[in-house]
């Protein structure tokens, strides 16, 4: 069962725009050595829209697997709005060493509540590894209801949903449809602390980017009972949680990494850098943070000080 904290890794570009592959490995290793249960290369805050093709696309993945050693699960994300092209990619995933495939549900195509049912099942019966659904309606327009997710639950390589529509209520229903039978993950930093709550495993986190120690601290608390702890480090989470969605994710993330020093460089066109009202207001979260020594400066690491 997939459970911790799952980092929704971003994908590093040069100045030219080509994939920075070097730094990308120095991003495995620092996950590794912070202590992250995982990552997620090729989501949606690895930019997989703006990949120049499957070849790249799969050149990510394949240099995160292969820099991760089996020293920090893997999850691909390889999922898209053709079934028979998720199906190619799930299979294209047999031998690179990953523990798992994202797969989101169709975009674009407004597939029913049957059809979602009908592709999922048709993916999960090709797949050389365990499946983690991802429901994001904001993104995709279609919300997998948790009465489907419950029919899924029972495919022998379903292990997981990421459930990112914003609703406890939803997320509840899951895990009351479902049990035991599927690990369900949090899909917004916002709510982490209260998907733990009603039963969620972990978190499929873009604010782990940064803090991913202080994240795993929360998660720590919350399973050693501690829970006012991990209450505390929910609230103080939540303003830098807010901060990296001032605008379109990654752009927020990229920005405050590179404001960290990793130089991870900035979004792909149709996504452009943020404006600068938005990057003083991020940057303003990070200093209240205590990431910055002052505002405008750079300093390598993540604020993992235990001041919950």
Request: proline share 5%; with cysteine; hydrophobic share 45%.
């Amino acid at each position: 069962m997939f459970s911790g904290l799952y980092v929704a890794l971003v994908t590093p570009f040069k100045v030219d725009g080509s994939l920075n592959e070097e730094k990308l490995r120095e991003l495995v290793n620092f996950h590794v050595e912070a202590g992250t249960d995982g990552l997620v290369p090729c989501g949606t805050t690895g930019e997989n829209p703006a990949m120049k093709g499957w070849d790249e696309h799969f050149r990510v993945i394949q240099i995160v697997a292969e820099e991760a050693k089996g020293r920090i699960q893997v999850i691909a994300g390889v999922g898209t709005n053709s079934t028979a092209q998720s199906i190619d990619n799930v299979k294209r995933l047999a031998g690179l060493g990953v523990d798992g495939a994202l797969v989101i549900t169709p975009y674009y195509n407004k597939p029913t509540q049957e059809g979602l049912i009908a592709h999922f099942q048709s993916i999960a019966r090709e797949s050389p590894v365990p499946l983690v659904l991802y429901n994001v309606p904001g993104r995709t327009g279609v919300n997998m209801l948790p009465e489907t997710v419950g029919r899924l639950a029972d495919e022998e390589m379903i292990h997981a949903v990421k459930e990112a529509s914003g609703s406890l209520e939803q997320a509840s229903w899951i895990l009351q449809l479902c049990g035991e039978r599927i690990a369900v993950l949090a899909g917004e930093d916002a709510l982490i602390f209260p998907m733990l709550c009603v039963g969620g495993t972990g978190v499929i986190s873009v604010l782990g980017n940064i803090v991913p120690k202080d994240v795993l601290a929360m998660i720590a608390a919350f399973r050693a009972g501690d829970i006012e702890t991990a209450r505390r480090w929910h609230l103080q989470l939540l303003p830098l949680a807010r901060a990296l969605f001032l605008e379109t994710n990654p752009a927020p993330v990229k920005e405050a990494l590179n404001i960290l020093g990793f130089d991870v460089g900035g979004p792909r066109l149709p996504l452009v850098r943020m404006r600068e009202s938005n990057i003083e207001e991020l940057v303003k979260a990070m200093a209240n943070y205590s990431l910055l020594r002052g505002k405008g400066s750079k300093r390598r690491g993540d604020a993992s000080r235990s001041r919950a």
